[in-house]
């Protein structure tokens, strides 16, 4: 009872007992249901999905409510995908529109003043996880699918977004920035710091190791630290910001990806009508 009484005062506190969706989108795919949340206890059981994710199973911690909520979620829709068979949430992505808000989750992490006066719309890709059971390439297609629908209905030019990589040891930050600068990833025109709070100790020390061209071995171990969302990211013409942000409390980095609709790999956007 007093998890539930403390999960209903953390909705309270960030406003979702108000919550109401910007816009919706609905499509099924086989057995599954891709949407934005329309009604609380679809947004509740999203936030009980991210908590399972973010702070049981990444950082082996409890809270006292079962919810990964913020001030952040009250202005956002909620992309869910539900398996029919069993009627459950299985994965979840939270985007932040320009049209209905103007300031978002990755200025926490990174200076994007440069990013965010560009004209026309965009979105802002987060708190993206997925039911430990489900974590296959074709969940991953369909939360694109999703995504790909709200583009449409919002008319928006560009995504961008924290791509996590579950490590926080800065020689493996420094080598994935290597690595991403010699894929031809980082965009100049897209270049955005990380704040101070959130600026890598001795990443600048580490940077020296990899002056040279990365070796076949190191290539390798690069690629081997990429998570399925970031390569899934990539292997949709996303561009990298630069050095990532350290994200102390979940012991993590996180690299700002930015995805111009213009640049969609075109395969996709023919999968998912969005020309």
């Given at each position: 009872?007093?998890?539930?009484?403390?999960?209903?005062?953390?909705?309270?506190?960030?406003?979702?007992?108000?919550?109401?969706?910007?816009?919706?989108?609905?499509?099924?795919?086989?057995?599954?249901?891709?949407?934005?949340?329309?009604?609380?206890?679809?947004?509740?059981?999203?936030?009980?999905?991210?908590?399972?994710?973010?702070?049981?199973?990444?950082?082996?911690?409890?809270?006292?409510?079962?919810?990964?909520?913020?001030?952040?979620?009250?202005?956002?829709?909620?992309?869910?995908?539900?398996?029919?068979?069993?009627?459950?949430?299985?994965?979840?992505?939270?985007?932040?529109?320009?049209?209905?808000?103007?300031?978002?989750?990755?200025?926490?992490?990174?200076?994007?003043?440069?990013?965010?006066?560009?004209?026309?719309?965009?979105?802002?890709?987060?708190?993206?996880?997925?039911?430990?059971?489900?974590?296959?390439?074709?969940?991953?297609?369909?939360?694109?699918?999703?995504?790909?629908?709200?583009?449409?209905?919002?008319?928006?030019?560009?995504?961008?977004?924290?791509?996590?990589?579950?490590?926080?040891?800065?020689?493996?930050?420094?080598?994935?920035?290597?690595?991403?600068?010699?894929?031809?990833?980082?965009?100049?025109?897209?270049?955005?710091?990380?704040?101070?709070?959130?600026?890598?100790?001795?990443?600048?020390?580490?940077?020296?190791?990899?002056?040279?061209?990365?070796?076949?071995?190191?290539k390798s171990e690069a690629k081997a630290l990429i998570p399925p969302l970031c390569r899934a990211y990539l292997k949709i013409g996303a561009s990298i910001a630069g050095e990532p942000a350290w994200d102390k409390?979940?012991?993590?980095?996180?690299?700002?990806?930015?995805?111009?609709?213009?640049?969609?790999n075109e395969s996709v956007s023919r999968r998912y009508r969005m020309n």
């Amino acid at each position: 009872m007093t998890q539930k009484v403390t999960g209903i005062y953390q909705m309270r506190s960030n406003r979702l007992h108000n919550f109401k969706p910007k816009i919706e989108v609905n499509a099924e795919v086989g057995s599954f249901q891709i949407k934005t949340v329309t009604n609380l206890d679809d947004l509740k059981e999203a936030l009980e999905l991210r908590y399972e994710v973010f702070h049981k199973e990444m950082m082996g911690k409890k809270n006292n409510y079962g919810l990964d909520v913020d001030e952040f979620d009250f202005d956002c829709d909620h992309l869910i995908i539900k398996d029919l068979t069993t009627n459950k949430i299985i994965g979840t992505y939270r985007i932040r529109s320009t049209q209905f808000s103007d300031h978002f989750y990755s200025e926490k992490e990174f200076m994007m003043s440069s990013i965010l006066q560009k004209p026309g719309a965009k979105l802002e890709l987060g708190r993206a996880c997925i039911h430990k059971d489900y974590r296959r390439g074709v969940i991953i297609s369909l939360l694109w699918k999703g995504i790909a629908d709200y583009i449409s209905a919002s008319n928006s030019d560009f995504l961008f977004g924290c791509a996590t990589v579950t490590t926080d040891d800065p020689r493996k930050a420094a080598l994935l920035t290597k690595y991403f600068e010699e894929d031809g990833r980082i965009n100049p025109e897209f270049r955005a710091r990380p704040t101070l709070k959130f600026t890598m100790p001795l990443i600048g020390l580490f940077k020296q190791e990899f002056e040279n061209p990365l070796t076949t071995e190191q290539k390798s171990e690069a690629k081997a630290l990429i998570p399925p969302l970031c390569r899934a990211y990539l292997k949709i013409g996303a561009s990298i910001a630069g050095e990532p942000a350290w994200d102390k409390e979940f012991q993590c980095i996180d690299f700002l990806t930015i995805l111009r609709r213009e640049d969609l790999n075109e395969s996709v956007s023919r999968r998912y009508r969005m020309n």
